[in-house]
């Protein structure tokens, strides 16, 4: 039998997207298909379309003409605007920021050639404070306000960079030349984010988009009703692989809740689960989901541009500690599950293994092959377009979900949405980076930094991740990251000493942590929405069952044998501590220990109890050494000094309570 149905929230009552119609609805189709032609004959030098893919920066000016106006159409000016029609304002906005991208298209050469970047004529400085104030405008819309704000202020910064006070002064520039160096320069809209974006995202989005529109989702989660659906607790644990499964190829926590929550949410409601605890669940193992490889979302193709390493680097450093963030979740939900005797679905309402393999052994088989392409082969740009090729040729050959004409339409559109989204925030963000180069601030806000930290590595890691949650509440993850990536990584790594890569993950899972906490949970409130619970209650929820990944970027950024960065000795002990440390502090939060059994046998002793483990968990969980003051023999002592007799009288006082029961 099928897994449980309910019908599903639509995305875009969330989002806020428009819902286009008529002609309008070809005009994102059609840049999409030809953005996906340009991008193959690009990636794989096909000399097809040399007009506009002869010299790099034309194909990213080319990318941007084709997106950026497409925000304009898809996104209403204000939320009181018309979601079913364009109004002509819009109309008018979308074909003059068409033809001020399609200016710099044509004068790409010129620009290079010419030196416009440094001394360009009068016309070419006019069209660049209209790209500037297009840009800024589709990002107000695509991101919302607080990263209009943000970019919009931050962008105007070189200006009167000399007249602001001592901590955060600049060198100054006219008008003119932060206009020019906004639009020409390859450091601010035309930098690392959009050309990370064309270089590697274009495709991997294609991919993602393109597993679900041929049934991947709910394979995914057939697969894990198969698996664990009958177990304690089972769609609690359906909902940590599947949105686990599929946040990894949609890269969107809001898209992830509405695919999987919608089957996930209701049959946890089924077996027992409240719908506040129901929809934490889904919003943690949704949020989780993005930070798990192989695909990861755009952000850590981003990162592999700053790092300039390679993407299968960094997918394999990613591995360890979601292996960590999961396991904390599927332990808390089992206690859980175990402490209030919830029960799975009957066999016979569920997925069999078997059919479900029969129908979607391909999408394994999908990914197998991406994975070879990425980790072996090292072919990160073209490895996502030979795997969508190889899926949708199999899925035309299967009769399970076969494309038609309507299918082929709704990939554009959806592929559309994304790609404009992004495209608006990443040269948003891009204007937000260049006034920091231009003005020679992204330089010294580290070293402002070191000092405010006194040189203390523990204190310049706690400033990182508030400023990292603080930026993840107002602004898009990819948002928060590029901006922290560039103005607080070097401090991390150049005062502090770390591992680079293990400080961009770091910055990355802070930037994430907003989607489950309170106030601005977004993931939490799109997983309430979908459970019918309380926002702010959902979102506390969520707060408790994620408390790992609270911690887990500590982890590895004090030691980066957790992102697999050592030998393979200290590798091995540091994750044995890892997971006994995760383990012990998820069966604190929930009240029961695997294997123990329930803390709260002892009403006046429970919250002490609970309390130890949780310490214990997390002194046994850190590294020693470095930064930390005591030593990794150290600090296992003091755990076993916490946990051993507490361990002891739980144990002890769940077997007399078994045994006076039988």
């Known amino acids: 039998m099928s897994s449980p149905q309910q019908q599903p929230v639509n995305a875009g009552e969330i989002s806020g997207i428009r819902r286009l119609e008529g002609f ?21 030098n096909l000399g097809m379309f040399t007009i506009v893919t002869s010299v790099e920066s034309q194909f990213f000016y080319t990318v941007v003409a084709l997106m950026l106006p497409l925000v304009f159409l898809l996104w209403p000016a204000a939320g ?9 304002y819009d109309v008018l906005l979308f074909l003059f920021a068409t033809a001020v991208c399609c200016f710099f298209v044509v004068n790409a050469e010129r620009i290079l050639d010419s030196g416009w970047e440094y001394d360009a004529p009068g016309y070419a400085i006019v069209m660049s404070f209209l790209m500037w104030g297009v840009i800024l405008e589709a990002a107000r819309r695509a991101g919302g306000w607080p990263i209009g704000i943000i970019v919009g202020i931050a962008s105007l910064y070189p200006i009167f960079a000399d007249v602001v006070p001592g901590p955060i002064q600049g060198f100054p520039s006219s008008p003119a030349q932060t206009a020019i160096y906004h639009a020409m320069s390859r450091e601010s809209v035309m930098g690392i984010p959009l050309q990370a974006f064309a270089n590697l ?12 529109q041929t049934g991947g989702g709910k394979f995914f989660i057939n697969l894990a009703f198969a698996l664990l659906g009958h177990v304690r607790g089972g769609p609690a644990k359906v909902a940590i692989f599947s949105s686990g499964l599929m946040g990894s190829m949609s890269g969107s926590v809001i898209t992830n809740v509405l695919t999987t929550g919608v089957l996930s949410i209701p049959a946890m409601r089924r077996v027992g689960f409240g719908r506040s605890y129901a929809a934490g669940v889904e919003a943690c193992a949704s949020t989780g989901g993005v930070l798990m490889p192989p695909v990861m979302g755009a952000t850590a193709f981003i990162m592999a ?8 680097t960094i997918a394999l450093a990613a591995v360890v500690p979601s292996i960590l963030y999961f396991l904390g979740l599927f332990i808390q939900i089992d206690a859980y599950a175990a402490r209030h005797d919830l029960k799975g679905l009957p066999a016979i309402e569920l997925p069999t293994l078997r059919q479900t393999l029969k129908e979607g052994w391909y999408f394994i088989f999908v990914f197998v092959l991406l994975i070879w392409l990425l980790f072996f082969l090292r072919r990160e740009a073209t490895a996502p377009f ?26 554009f559109s959806s592929a559309g949405k994304l790609f404009a989204e992004l495209i608006a925030i990443l040269a948003g963000v891009g204007l937000l980076v260049g006034a ?28 990182g991740a508030a400023t990292s949650f603080i930026l993840g509440i107002g ?12 103005a607080l990584a070097p401090a991390l790594i150049n005062g502090g000493g770390m591992d680079p890569l293990a400080v961009h993950l770091f910055i990355l899972y802070w930037g994430m942590l907003s989607f489950i906490t309170p106030p601005v949970a977004l993931g939490a409130f799109a997983a309430a929405s979908v459970a019918g619970a309380r926002a702010m209650e959902t ?3 969520a707060m408790k069952l994620g408390s790992v990944i609270y911690f887990i970027p500590f982890l590895f950024v004090l030691n980066p044998a957790l992102i697999l960065q050592g030998a393979w000795e200290e590798i091995l002990v540091v994750l044995t501590q890892a997971i006994l440390g995760v383990a012990l502090i998820a069966g604190g939060m929930q009240g029961y220990l695997l294997g123990i059994g329930n803390l709260s046998l002892y009403p006046r002793l429970q919250w002490p109890i609970r309390l130890s483990l949780i310490a214990g968990g997390m002194l046994l969980a850190i590294p020693g050494g470095g930064p930390v003051p005591l030593s990794n023999l150290q600090l296992t002592m003091v755990s076993a000094v916490l946990i051993t007799p507490v361990l002891a009288l739980v144990w002890w006082s769940n077997r007399n309570e078994n045994k006076a029961m039988v």
């Open 436 to 463: 920091l180069s231009v003005t020679g601030m992204s330089g010294t806000i580290a070293n402002d930094l070191i000092f405010l930290a006194g040189g203390n590595t523990l204190v310049l890691l706690l400033m």
């Open 475 to 486: 602004m898009t993850v990819t948002a928060a990251y590029i901006f922290l990536a560039v």
């Open 386 to 411: 030979y795997a969508t090729a190889l899926l949708l040729a199999i899925n035309q050959v299967l009769p399970y979900h076969r494309w038609h004409w309507k299918e082929v339409k709704d990939f």
């Open 201 to 212: 995202v274009i495709g991997f989005l294609l991919f993602g988009v393109a597993l679900q």
């Open 24 to 44: 309008w609805l070809w005009v994102p189709r059609v840049a999409t298909m030809a953005l996906a032609l340009l991008a193959i004959d690009y990636l794989f």
């Open 305 to 312: 541009s700053f790092l300039n390493i390679p993407y299968g």
């Open 539 to 541: 979102g506390f929820q």
């Open 80 to 88: 009181r605007a018309s979601r079913s029609t364009v109004p002509w």
